[in-house]
């Protein structure tokens, strides 16, 4: 008979996107919940006291009042920039030639491979966090680093070999071909492997040729299950330095979409300064924008409008972009997130914030019927959370009249210390 385990504490979980339904319809807070895993999924969810009825066979896990949701999902990162966050000083085209590019150059050692993708993978662990999808550099040995950790940890990953062949360092460009060919043999050798998936993954448009985004295009129209990831619009300078660059293009998103890089599974890190007609595209073909709320700040780079684009019905993830985001964190990437909605005027609810680190960004990775939610089926990648992790925090806690005005304090002042437990298909990590 297959050993089952049942996990008891206050659950949640969510029925519908709380940005669109009532924030009441949207999720169910159980103070005294139970989760049953069998086989590497969630397998019943109910009650306490009712699940341990129904299952007295089940191994017993009592959190208490610590509760218990889905891990958390980051949508965009760099695990090679692991060891240069918080990097003093610079705006996003320097950063990049001050910090990234040297340290990105280390990664043609398969030795400084492994040690920064067990690293990495240790980190995001420690801090709730179940799935990524990141960026490797130009190296193939980058990528086999980071999925051999992650085959090895069980974890559900998406990443790629980040393509360069323009305005980067010698010993950090590609070729159009040799790009496509390296992302060919990793996609044949990485995708579908275990719980691995590739993505197609040329840096940005000004570090691309027109030919180099044309034959990532073409890949991508070889391999239309596979995820595209890239930036867009993050920086004005940025910006103008693509209109530059492209003076045929109609805009930012245009240099991508012309080349075939524009569709539904196409994810657009940071999505900033957007023109009208780039919002009306990306909603037209259902494509995922990536908010990376500490890096915008950190990097300097703007208020990404949640409020407007979400009435528009786009796709939304939320990512930490580490290591331009500033932290490996989801509770402080969810607290940036609240603190740019706060200045351009809306305050999101602890129930759209938590969303937006779980279930959301699982939408935008287009893996919301496997991970991100706790129902019955699902992958069992879990976070259990300490609503009173540190004296500050817990002292607030103490006075809420509402789970969501519990968990805010976590949510704004959390850390590592607030995860008590990560459990990934169903195994304690
Ligand atoms: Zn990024």
Redesign the pocket.
């Known amino acids: 008979m297959t050993r089952q385990t049942l996990l008891l504490g206050q659950t949640l979980r969510y029925l519908a996107d709380p940005f669109h339904a009532g924030l009441d319809d949207s999720a169910v807070w159980d103070s005294d919940g139970a989760v049953l895993l069998a086989d590497g999924r969630v397998a019943d969810l109910g009650s306490g006291a009712a699940m341990r009825a129904a299952h007295p066979q089940a191994d017993i896990v009592d959190y208490g009042d610590a509760l218990i949701t889905a891990g958390f999902v980051d949508a ?1 990162a ?1 695990y090679p920039q692991t060891a240069i966050i918080a990097s003093w000083g610079k705006r996003l085209i320097d950063w990049l030639n001050s910090y990234t590019f040297p340290e990105e150059m280390r990664f043609e050692d398969r030795a400084v491979a492994d040690e920064i993708a067990a690293r990495y993978l240790s980190l995001t662990r420690g801090h709730g966090t179940t799935t990524v999808a990141s ?1 490797c550099t130009i190296h193939a040995e980058s990528v086999d680093a980071f999925f051999g950790a992650a085959l090895e940890s069980g974890q559900r990953m998406v990443a790629g070999k980040t393509c360069m062949d323009r305005n980067a360092p010698d010993g950090l460009r590609d070729t159009a071909k040799s790009a496509y060919d390296d992302s060919k043999a990793l996609l044949e050798k990485w995708h579908g492997c275990g719980r691995l998936s590739y993505a197609i993954t040329p840096r940005f448009s000004p570090t691309s040729t027109p030919d180099q985004l044309a034959a990532m295009g073409a890949l991508w129209a070889e391999h239309p299950d596979c995820l595209m990831q890239t ?1 867009l619009s993050e920086q004005t300078d940025e910006v103008e330095w693509v209109a530059r660059l492209f003076p045929e293009a109609r805009d930012y998103l245009d240099t991508y979409e012309m080349h075939g890089l524009l569709g539904p599974g196409g994810l657009y ?1 940071h999505a900033i300064h957007l023109t009208p007609r780039e919002r009306a595209r990306l909603r037209e073909v259902d494509a995922s924008l990536i908010h ?1 709320p500490t ?1 915008n700040s950190f990097i300097g780079s703007g208020l990404f409008d949640m409020q407007g684009l979400m009435a528009e019905g786009q796709r939304i993830g939320l990512a930490t ?1 580490t290591g ?1 985001g500033s932290s490996f964190s989801m509770l402080r990437t969810m607290a940036a997130a609240y603190e740019i909605g706060q200045l351009r005027g809306n305050a999101l609810h602890p129930a759209q914030l938590y969303w937006l680190a779980t279930a959301g960004a699982a939408r935008a990775l287009r893996v919301d019927d496997k991970i991100g939610n706790l129902a019955p089926g699902m992958e069992a990648d879990l976070v259990v959370l300490d609503l009173a992790s540190t004296p500050a925090i817990a002292q607030r806690a103490a006075r809420a009249q509402t789970p969501w005005e519990a968990l805010f304090p976590t949510i704004m002042m959390g850390d590592d210390r607030a995860v008590r437990e990560v459990w990934i298909a169903g195994q304690r990590a």
């Open positions: 965009h760099h960026y930036h890190g990376c890096s972009d331009g």
